[in-house]
């Protein structure tokens, strides 16, 4: 079946710099790639996602990017600030459902 | 915009008590989700549905079953609880493969 896996576990960056979370992927199936966020207390919502048509999508501060060859996607957040402080989960479409990964601490320090 | 409702926010059972979780969705969605969250392990897929009265067991369905009898409805039923099933339970539903999916907020369950 399909295995994600998700780097780095915590991240900690300065407010203002970039963060970047990395994920790969096993099944070359998989064609929906969707990222979410969960804030403390909070249930997950989705801030990007991205089909294996497309390379790259962009929404004002997050990117997300997408290598079909390697099997990995990456999410790039740009100028962060405190509020994007959260847990990130990457996730594969399989099949009828999706494979999360285990998920990423972002913390941004003021 | 689309609601996931979960029917309780916190529940404290005791060991060997049979449990539902219950979780309605408002927007005539095909797929729907039971996941299990645990620190460090990200959310794993217990159950899901994709129709009514279809079921397809997730990555660690052990000690668990579902029901949907109806399009709106996916309940989660654990037959005998035990601590090791203290957990957080998150549903969520989707309009079909491949779009995104909707969570609820939530069931944090403590078995005693």
């Known amino acids: 079946g399909e295995n994600v896996e998700q780097h780095p576990s915590t991240l900690s960056v300065q407010e203002g710099d970039s963060a970047v979370i990395k994920c790969t992927y096993s099944?070359?199936?998989?064609?929906?790639f969707p990222w979410y966020k969960q804030e403390l207390g909070k249930r997950p919502q989705l801030i990007i996602d991205?089909?294996?048509?497309?390379g790259e999508k962009k929404d004002q501060r997050i990117a997300v990017t997408l290598n079909k060859t390697a099997k990995h996607f990456s999410l790039h957040i740009t100028e962060t600030q405190p509020e994007d402080s959260a847990v990130y989960f990457c996730a594969a479409s399989y099949g009828q459902n999706f494979v999360f990964g285990p998920g990423t601490r972002l913390s941004v320090l003021p | 915009d689309v609601k996931v409702t979960q029917s309780s926010r916190y529940l404290v059972k005791r060991t060997g008590e049979k449990v539902f979780l219950e979780c309605v969705q408002d927007?005539?969605?095909?797929?729907m989700f039971w996941y299990r969250q645990d620190p460090g392990l990200g959310l794993r897929l217990i159950y899901f549905s994709y129709d009514v009265k279809m079921k397809e067991k997730g990555d660690i369905p052990e000690g668990y079953s579902v029901s949907r009898e109806k399009k709106e409805r996916f309940s989660l039923i654990l037959e005998s609880a035990s601590t090791n099933q203290t957990s957080m339970y998150l549903c969520?539903?989707?309009?079909?493969?491949?779009?995104?999916?909707?969570f609820g907020q939530g069931t944090r369950l403590t078995v005693v």
């Open positions: 099944d070359s199936a998989s064609n929906y």
């Open positions: 991205i089909r294996s048509n497309v």
């Open positions: 927007m005539d969605h095909e797929n």
């Open positions: 969520a539903s989707s309009y079909r493969v491949g779009t995104e999916a909707f």
